[in-house]
């Protein structure tokens, strides 16, 4: 019997993506987060503008916060618009925010947002992902992996 696949996340429209989350950090688990945003951070994200390389999640007073994600200001925002560097709202169910916290408070676990993106519905969303960190020789074992895997999809080309 077949296993069962993981669930996928409904991705119409990505916005930004932590490339380098997946090198530095072990990622344990992902959630799926509403983004509380402003209207001209919903249009600025819409015209593909945004970043999220520095930024990480922190969970206070019971909420979730993605800290240091970078929105810039629409252009033709004029008064109405946002700060770029705010901190937002995530989300999620107070199941979920006790799940993530308990793992940060206990396990020492760090909360990295991978990627923003659009849904089928049009709403922001943010994959937040429970990592821990790597540490050097981690990060060569899994280039080493890598380049091994990498190999021996070449060899068996060639072979067969």
């Known amino acids: 019997m077949a296993r ?21 950090y072990f990622i344990e688990e992902t959630f799926e987060a509403g983004l509380a945003l402003s209207g001209t951070e919903v249009k600025s994200l819409r015209s593909g ?8 999640a922190e969970v206070r007073n019971g909420e979730v916060w993605l800290v240091n994600a970078n ?12 700060e770029p560097k705010r901190p937002r709202k995530l989300l999620l169910h ?10 940060v408070e206990r396990k020492g676990m ?5 990627s923003i993106y659009f849904n089928s519905k049009g709403r922001a969303k943010v994959e937040l992902a429970l990592a821990k960190g790597k540490q050097a020789h981690d990060k060569r074992q899994t280039i080493k992996d890598r380049d091994w895997q990498r190999d021996k999809a070449r060899l068996l080309r060639e072979r067969g």
């Open 4 to 24: 069962p696949k993981p669930p996928t996340f409904d991705k119409q429209k990505v916005v930004a993506e932590n490339r380098k989350a997946r090198h530095l």
């Open 94 to 103: 107070a199941r979920e925010i006790e799940k993530l916290f308990g793992a």
């Open 110 to 114: 760090t909360l990295v947002p991978l």
């Open 49 to 56: 503008e945004g970043s999220i390389a520095e930024s990480y």
């Open 71 to 82: 929105i810039p200001e629409f252009s033709h925002g004029n008064r109405f618009n946002h």
